[in-house]
Nanobody, 127 residues
Framework: VQLQACGGGLVQPGGSLRLSCAVI?????????IGWFRQAPGKEREAVAG????????YYRDSVKGRFTISRDRAKQTAYLQMNNLKPDDTAVYYC????????????????????WGQGTLVTVSS
């Protein structure tokens, strides 16, 4: 399984960014979710948002609810994360991943092997 991530960059507080993540070379993607985790400097990786490819069920961490929206294009095996009203605390390297949706809900860093990972992309929220 390969994942191709795009997006990220520098944005001022209150601004918006959009990330995308395409899953390539997978025959089991319908059983999985696609989404993002993030890791800020000096902090542990945390789950941000995930979406089931098959039925669109979602997971969001509490701190991004109402600001971030995850969506997917099932045919393209691609997920999108629209991030609005960004805050400095959102600054982190965002990692695209695919795995079972429950993995987002119950994520702990020691569970990293439960996912397939794409490359990280830096999101910086700063004035």
């Amino acid at each position: 399984v390969q994942l191709q991530a795009c997006g990220g960059g520098l944005v001022q507080p209150g601004g918006s960014l959009r990330l995308s993540c395409a899953v390539i070379q997978s025959t089991v993607i319908d059983h999985y979710a696609i989404g993002w985790f993030r890791q800020a400097p000096g902090k542990e990786r945390e789950a941000v948002a995930g979406i089931m490819v098959s039925d669109g069920r979602t997971y969001y961490r509490d701190s991004v609810k109402g600001r971030f929206t995850i969506s997917r294009d099932r045919a393209k095996q691609t997920a999108y994360l629209q991030m609005n009203n960004l805050k400095p605390d959102d600054t982190a390297v965002y990692y695209c991943a695919t795995g079972f949706l429950a993995g987002w809900k119950n994520y702990k860093p020691e569970n990293n092997n439960d996912f397939y990972w794409g490359q990280g992309t830096l999101v910086t929220v700063s004035s």
